[in-house]
């Protein structure tokens, strides 16, 4: 599997961005995918994810209520869609995919995916 992550760019605080995550592969349906974001000098953190099974749905407390994940299978995407921004947002956010034998708990953790993508930036502006 291969990703491809875009949509990132500059917005002003309380503005709105989608981010999409293209995959190749005809197996894509079947795994789970997670956002991560990583800002300057910081780890790179958990974001949001979206199981492959069903398709339910997890977010970081920090953007709760402001961002959602969804996925479309006919066309291998992945999307954020991200609302409200803050400048505390600012950071590279790359996609990621889980195989399916991942269980639904270990996907908040950034050694639990298997493959990435290489990172969009999103700038927030105050």
């Known amino acids: 599997v291969q990703l491809q992550a875009s949509g990132g760019g500059l917005v002003q605080a309380g503005g709105s961005l989608r981010l999409s995550c293209a995959a190749s592969?005809?197996?894509?349906?079947?795994?789970?995918v997670g956002w991560f974001r990583q800002a300057p000098g910081k780890e790179r953190e958990f974001v949001a994810y979206i199981r492959w099974r069903g398709g339910s749905t997890y977010y970081a407390d920090s953007v709760k209520g402001r961002f959602t994940i969804s996925r479309d299978n006919a066309k291998n995407t992945v999307y954020l869609q991200m609302n409200t921004l803050k400048p505390e947002d600012t950071a590279v956010y790359f996609c990621a995919a889980a195989k399916p034998t991942k269980i639904m708990s270990s996907l908040t953790g950034v050694n639990n995916y298997d493959y990435w993508g290489q990172g969009t930036l999103v700038t927030v502006s105050s």
């Open positions: 592969g005809r197996t894509f349906s079947t795994y789970s």
